[in-house]
């Protein structure tokens, strides 16, 4: 299987602490994307970084990628209880034109 | 942003029954469509891409004779669970490219379409 494995797959955290989603792949790859997923709802796109990059900032985001390991990282800071949701790394392999997704961390930040 | 419609977003049916999902692209022309599957706190599986004005590519494992995908125009793509039984019970997942090219930029995802079969 292409997919990504992401760790931890859960993760509960204090409302204004900082969490960190690790995710580890196995192809060359195109760009490497963030997603959000609330429970029962739709996938919202969070940041995109592409494979000569190391290191991305959105807002509160923070994303690193080092192809080198085929690992990437995403840093919330300042998390809020708004951030609870599944957070899934997918990738867009050199050989394929569709996103495979990781397995996805599963944060609860509580109030 | 790009908006992408599934409809319908929940879909209750009896076992034996064929159930079509739509999945629309409303202010783009999307040559490539994704379909998605995605059981209870699990990930996205990739069942299949659907391409305006040919036959989808089906990803190993899935039949295609069971779910049956048509992208008739650059706005539409249509996912047909046949002859549902509850085991196809999940949430269908759409997502679509703009315009053509080698894609490597941003999917714009829908809304997702959960079926429970009885």
């Known amino acids: 299987s292409q997919q990504g494995e992401e760790d931890p797959q859960a993760l509960s955290i204090q409302e204004g602490e900082n969490a960190t989603m690790n995710c580890s792949y196995k192809t060359s790859i195109n760009n490497l994307q963030w997603y959000r997923q609330n429970s029962g709802r739709g996938l919202v796109h969070l940041i995109l970084i592409r494979s000569n990059e190391r290191e991305k900032h959105s807002g509160r985001l923070r994303v690193t990628l080092d192809t080198s390991k085929k690992s990437s990282s995403l840093l919330i800071t300042a998390s809020r209880a708004a951030d609870t949701a599944s957070y899934f790394c997918a990738i867009m392999d050199t050989g394929r034109r569709a996103l495979t997704f990781g397995s996805g961390t599963r944060l609860q930040v509580q109030p | 942003g790009a908006v992408v419609s599934q409809h319908p977003s929940r879909v209750i049916c009896k076992s034996g029954t064929s159930v079509k999902i739509e999945c629309r692209s409303l202010?783009?022309?999307?040559?490539?469509m994704f379909w998605y599957r995605q059981f209870p706190k699990k990930s996205l599986m990739l069942m299949a891409t659907s391409n305006e004005g040919s036959k989808a590519t089906y990803e190993q494992g899935v039949e295609k004779d069971k779910f049956l995908i048509n992208h008739a125009s650059l706005t539409l793509s249509t996912l047909t669970v046949t002859s549902a039984h509850p085991e196809d019970s999940s949430f269908y997942i759409c997502?679509?490219?703009?315009?053509?090219?080698?894609?490597?930029?941003?999917?714009?995802f829908g809304e997702g379409s959960r079926l429970t079969v009885l």
């Open positions: 202010d783009f022309q999307a040559t490539t």
């Open positions: 997502s679509a490219r703009a315009g053509g090219g080698a894609g490597t930029g941003e999917l714009f």
